[in-house]
């Protein structure tokens, strides 16, 4: 059976970000990555495909260029974890043993939990950005639509970039308004929460513009069912008198994030908490039983909201900690603070950045200026050169987040 010092489950933006920098320091095949795409795609570039302002073909990338160099690609899925005899079995039943192990698998979406979303998706009005598959379908379809009824869910579970089930609304609303047939359009939001964002700071801003832009809100109320024949949706009332009840909308534009959670061979494994997440310290990212596990983001079990931003800052703590495993040079302990974002793109012009800690609720800036009111400078930064720095910078393993130039510009 073939050994490796680390070996890495997944080639997404965590494991990338993690593998660079260890298969660089650790030299030639000393690291492996287990990953069974030939894709490696920029998702965060996905409410832009959607909204026809970038092309999908700019979110994408294929794995062989991505792939760092001195690293082993082993184009399979980890299918069982043994972590009490350091290997992991792949789908085709060789088994990998490593010294450490680092999970990077990110989160399952659950399209089959809605009835009647895997049939329906990408047709006869019904999209979402959440898949490469349906993605550029949301483009033709707000570019289609006549006005009528359109319905943009959120779920209630955790779910990656918890923006941008909102942030396709904003795009699409600018697109009706612009083609002359708003007052034609009716717009609401589902939320199976009951904010429509967890930090009152930016919270608050988007109410506003969700008035003033004539957008509905509707909280704990969770999608559950397509009725393709009669183009309506069913909702699951999770709060309030109708607490257990459903109701019912009629759409003609439907745009679905569907419910996510643990991977499940994740789930299934000795590495996973109660829930599933990939059961790690939340300041070390070290497994709370497996010395030699780490895991870093969606699939990891850490306490704060599932974004690419946040693994910048997990991942330089990850590789902190583990190089210091593998040297014993007593390095000090890094922590991580959980540090996350949302670019929440509000038009084709202008962005609110929320950054905050996952662990604290506090709001962690960047720039010295109030992050929460809508900018074309932070819309320009995150659609023109967060992705330049994403990849040549990031998947390299050489970007370590903004929290360095936080301190320079002596923001809060
Ligand atoms: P992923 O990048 O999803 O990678 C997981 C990898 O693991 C995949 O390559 C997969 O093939 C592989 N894998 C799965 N199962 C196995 C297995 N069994 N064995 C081996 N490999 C496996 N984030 C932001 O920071 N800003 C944004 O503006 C933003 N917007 C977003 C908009 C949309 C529409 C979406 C979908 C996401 C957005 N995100 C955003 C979230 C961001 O894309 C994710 O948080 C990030 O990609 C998570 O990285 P990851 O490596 O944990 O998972
Ligand atoms: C970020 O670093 C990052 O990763 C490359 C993202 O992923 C898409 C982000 O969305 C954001 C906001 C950041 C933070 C970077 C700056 C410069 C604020």
């Not at 047709?123 to 993605?135: C, I």
């Not at 599933?276 to 709370?288: I, S």
């Not at 596990?293 to 800052?313: E, R, W």
């Amino acid at each position: 059976p073939s050994s490796y010092k680390v070996v890495v489950v997944g080639g997404g933006s965590a494991g990338l970000s993690v593998a660079s920098t260890l298969a660089e320091t650790l030299g030639n095949k000393s690291v492996a990555v287990v990953e069974p795409s030939d894709v490696h795609y920029y998702q965060p570039l996905w409410t832009f495909v959607g909204s026809g302002l970038k092309t999908f073909d700019e979110s994408k990338m294929a794995m062989s260029e991505v792939m760092p160099e001195k690293a082993q690609w082993i184009k399979d899925s980890v299918a069982s974890f043994n972590p009490t005899k350091n290997t992991v079995v792949l789908a085709n039943g060789e088994s990998i043993s490593y010294d450490y192990l680092v999970v990077a698998a990110g989160i399952q979406v659950n399209w089959g939990k809605i009835k009647n979303l895997p049939e329906t998706l990408g047709k006869n009005g019904v999209t979402s950005n959440y898949s490469a598959q349906s993605v550029q379908k949301t483009d033709e379809f707000i570019k289609a639509f006549k006005g009528g009824n359109a319905l943009f869910t959120m779920p209630s579970t955790p779910i990656k970039c918890a923006g941008a089930p909102q942030k396709i609304m904003y795009l699409a609303e600018e697109q009706w308004r612009k083609a002359g047939i708003r007052d034609q359009t009716k717009i609401n939001y589902f939320t199976g929460l009951g904010k429509i964002f967890a930090i009152d700071k930016y919270a608050n801003e988007l109410l506003k513009i969700c008035k003033a832009r004539n957008l509905s809100i509707n909280y704990f109320t969770d999608l559950a069912e397509i009725r393709p024949n009669s183009k309506e949706a069913v909702f699951n009332v999770l709060a309030g008198d109708a607490k257990g009840s459903t109701v019912t909308f009629p759409y003609d534009f439907l745009h679905v994030t569907p419910p996510m959670g643990a991977p499940d061979f994740i789930k299934a494994s000795p590495l996973s908490n109660a829930d599933g997440w990939v059961d790690v310290n939340m300041e070390t990212l070290r497994h709370n039983k497996f010395d030699n596990v780490y895991a870093l983001g969606d699939c990891s079990s850490l306490p704060t909201s599932k974004t690419a931003a946040a693994i910048t800052a997990q991942s330089a703590v990850l590789k902190n900690n583990l190089l210091g495993d593998i040297f014993g040079d007593n390095k000090e302990v890094a922590k991580y603070d959980g540090y996350t974002s949302c670019p929440l793109v509000t038009g084709s012009d202008k962005l609110i950045l929320a950054e905050f800690s996952g662990y604290t609720g506090q709001p962690q800036e960047t720039f010295p200026f109030d992050q929460s009111k809508e900018r074309f400078s932070t819309y320009l930064l995150t659609k023109e050169i967060i992705p330049e720095i994403y990849w040549k910078a990031m998947v390299k393993g050489n970007w370590d987040g903004p929290a360095k130039y936080r301190k320079l510009f002596g923001a809060a």
